[in-house]
């Protein structure tokens, strides 16, 4: 299972993006991107200067070395501020990089060694008694890169092609995304033999810029818990950090990256951005190339940058963005060409002057037991109450016009009479069944994921990779992804199923949906977005203020992933609807000291504009994304076994803090009876 196969989707009909006049061209930012690295750099590296090579600059290279590249700080201004090498955020790091001031082997090292120092053993699916936020490095492999991109720049400072900002800078990457000749693991040691063939597009592209990959970023068990336990959060490793790309949303914060990309399918670059404190971009579907991702649900699953700062995360988005035709067709539904986010403020103390932003009074993320039509603000603890009060006050101070509006009531399904199409949400768990295959229930979002399954060969896929491995091997993947052939009901306690699971039945099941039912599903999706968006041009607003996170999250349970995790439910809708969000932080919770965040939430290729609006609310406030967790104590690592009976298990008692919106739509309609 190396990619996703060609997509051939439904066109969700795009909303044309808003174009802040940034006065930079995509070429200007993605034409001067690489990757680079320095050796025998310790844990604590602050900023020293380059090797003696440097001697040899020619007088452009001295001249570079004195002014800021477009776009980003100038070499000074960023020494001047006197802080480890790993704490500065990518732009800065790049300033450095194109005027020579540090080495990208330099800067790797530094982050191998925090990793030696902080992470654990690696490959342990459980508490290592470390970060565990990678899952497997390639020391070797990024070294080397980070000398090429040396190379590169050197070349670049001596009067030669520009070298990509992005060049030298070292991330990772989840454990879901395809980088040849590695593994792609997908959170469970049953793809430990999935190797690889070639890099995913994203992959490829960051790869064109220069970018040094470090390894990949443990996730949530075949990319299903939104809690997680794996990793620990990067403020006290002891608490949960958020799925399924929970090391991608530790990286950036615990500083063993500078930034990490993660895939979400229902909240997994958002959560474990937010739970972490880190800023994030989960984009609209097809705006960047899912090729080579291992699935979870096609026109679900995006690819997104967790970073320190909004504009390091535009900057990693946009080299990314871009369609892949033969990869993924889903991406031939962005404009093109595309605006270049924003990677700068914008200047005077109103930049959000002309904005409305608005604040849904029906809760977006119904299940907080408060009940339908409740605002969401009312069911946050104190601490996130008063930090979304104060954002609310600080955009305003900025320019925007702030006001509560009733949103969507994702909780209106609609009545029988009128075939449940007269309320706000004709799809995501709405009760209407389309047929019945199998033995099986098929609902409107059912219709379009098990169709959109079945055109990519998703089960055949894991079922040819299966036939290859062992024993055990196939029957973990077979209870992952199987199921039992008409559907019986569980026979009395004690008594063994008649029926197995097998790959087979569940294969029949995504591929006997009929056109007729997918053609309604895909229907009531496109109503769903247009009800969304309308009630945002009724209320006449640009985005919405949200938080997807509303108390103080526990401490990991590997008995129960979603044990420490305020039930703040139904993080999907931004993906069922395609709209793109973005997560920052705001604050500190009085407790035990973790992140607070809000996001910014619009409609589909929105991103220009919700991008510069986070990096002007940085830019003015920005004492929440500029400081960093103390190191933890030094802990004997836990090395557990790897065995694939001995690990502990990521599936969460409450259905819907999966990330699949089959698993939550399967609950729905069981809990319906």
């Known amino acids: 299972?190396?990619?996703?196969?060609?997509?051939?989707?439904?066109?969700?009909?795009?909303?044309?993006?808003?174009?802040?006049?940034?006065?930079?061209?995509?070429?200007?930012?993605?034409?001067?991107?690489?990757?680079?690295?320095?050796?025998?750099?310790?844990?604590?590296?602050?900023?020293?200067a380059a090797p003696a090579r440097a001697a040899t600059k020619t007088p452009r290279a001295a001249a570079v070395r004195a002014q800021a590249a477009p776009g980003l700080p100038s070499a000074a201004s960023v020494k001047a501020l006197e802080k480890p090498l790993v704490d500065h955020e990518i732009v800065e790091l790049a300033s450095l990089l194109q005027a020579g001031e540090i080495t990208s082997v330099q800067l790797t090292q530094a982050y191998l060694d925090r990793i030696a120092a902080f992470n654990g053993p690696f490959e342990v699916y459980g508490d290592n008694g470390g970060y565990n936020t990678f899952v497997r490095v390639d020391t070797a492999g990024a070294l080397a890169q980070a000398a090429a991109a040396d190379t590169r720049l050197e070349i670049a400072r001596r009067g030669g092609d520009p070298a990509p900002y992005l060049c030298g800078i070292p991330i990772g990457i989840k454990d879901s995304v395809g980088v040849e000749g590695r593994t792609a693991g997908n959170g469970s040691p049953a793809y430990a033999n999935n190797i690889a063939e070639e890099d995913a597009t994203a992959v490829a592209r960051l790869r064109d810029q220069g970018v040094v990959f470090l390894g990949h970023t443990i996730c949530s068990a075949f990319s299903g818990a939104i809690a997680g336990n794996f990793a620990g959060n990067a403020w006290n490793k002891d608490y949960i950090p958020g799925g399924s790309s929970q090391g991608s949303g530790a990286a950036p914060i615990n500083r063993l990256a500078a930034a990490a990309i993660g895939e979400e399918t229902g909240g997994s670059i958002i959560w474990p951005a937010a739970i972490n404190g880190a800023s994030a971009i989960k984009p609209s579907l097809g705006l960047g190339s899912m090729a080579g991702v291992m699935p979870l649900s096609a026109t679900y699953d995006v690819l997104g940058p967790i970073a320190r700062s909004g504009r390091d995360a535009s900057l990693l988005m946009n080299a990314i963005i871009g369609p892949d035709p033969s990869g993924d067709p889903q991406t031939l539904a962005a404009p093109t060409p595309f605006p270049v986010l924003p990677m700068t403020a914008r200047e005077g103390g109103k930049p959000l002057k002309g904005l409305t932003i608005g604040i849904p009074q029906t809760d977006w993320m119904y299940g907080t037991g408060a009940g339908a039509g409740v605002a969401p603000q009312s069911t946050y603890d104190a601490d996130h109450k008063a930090a979304f009060d104060r954002v609310r006050g600080e955009l305003e101070a900025l320019g925007a016009t702030v006001k509560e509006f009733r949103g969507c009531d994702i909780a209106s399904f609609g009545t029988p009479e009128k075939d449940y199409l007269d309320g706000d949400n004709p799809y995501y768990q709405n009760p209407k069944v389309l047929e019945t295959v199998d033995g099986a229930t098929i609902t409107p979002q059912l219709a379009v994921t098990y169709a959109n399954r079945c055109e990519i060969s998703y089960?055949?896929?894991?079922?040819?990779?299966?036939?290859?491995?062992?024993?055990?091997?196939?029957?973990?993947?077979?209870?992952?992804?199987?199921?039992?052939?008409?559907?019986?009901?569980?026979?009395?306690?004690?008594?063994?199923?008649?029926?197995?699971?097998?790959?087979?039945?569940?294969?029949?099941?995504?591929?006997?949906?009929?056109?007729?039912?997918?053609?309604?599903?895909?229907?009531?999706?496109?109503l769903f977005i247009e009800n969304y968006q309308r009630s945002l041009d009724e209320a006449g607003v640009d985005f919405m203020l949200v938080m997807s996170i509303g108390a103080e999250v526990g401490k990991r349970d590997p008995a129960n992933s979603g044990n420490g995790l305020p039930l703040r439910r139904n993080n999907q809708i931004a993906n069922n609807i395609s709209w793109?969000?973005?997560?920052?932080?705001?604050?500190?919770?009085?407790?035990?000291?973790?992140?607070?965040?809000?996001?910014?939430?619009g409609?589909?290729?929105?991103?220009?504009?919700?991008?510069?609006?986070?990096?002007?609310?940085?830019?003015?406030?920005?004492?929440?994304?500029?400081?960093?967790?103390?190191?933890?104590?030094?802990?004997?690592?836990?090395?557990l076994s790897r065995a694939l009976r001995s690990q502990p298990k990521q599936e969460p008692l409450d259905p819907f803090l999966d990330n699949d919106p089959v698993a939550t739509e399967i609950a729905v309609i069981e809990a319906r009876g």
């Open 1 to 48: 299972m190396h990619d996703a196969d060609l997509l051939t989707f439904t066109d969700l009909a795009p909303e044309q993006p808003d174009t802040p006049e940034t006065g930079h061209s995509r070429r200007a930012f993605l034409g001067r991107t690489g990757a680079a690295a320095a050796a025998g750099a310790v844990v604590a590296t602050t900023l020293t």
């Open 459 to 526: 089960i055949e896929a894991v079922a040819a990779f299966a036939a290859t491995q062992s024993a055990e091997v196939r029957a973990a993947l077979t209870t992952q992804y199987g199921r039992r052939a008409g559907n019986p009901p569980a026979p009395p306690v004690g008594q063994p199923w008649p029926v197995p699971v097998t790959l087979e039945a569940q294969a029949n099941l995504v591929g006997g949906v009929t056109n007729a039912a997918r053609r309604e599903g895909e229907r009531r999706r496109r």
């Open 580 to 601: 793109p969000m973005v997560n920052f932080p705001v604050g500190r919770t009085s407790k035990v000291g973790l992140p607070i965040c809000v996001q910014f939430w």
């Open 603 to 639: 409609p589909r290729f929105s991103e220009p504009r919700l991008v510069q609006a986070m990096i002007d609310y940085q830019a003015a406030h920005p004492e929440h994304h500029t400081v960093f967790p103390a190191d933890p104590v030094a802990a004997a690592p836990k090395t």
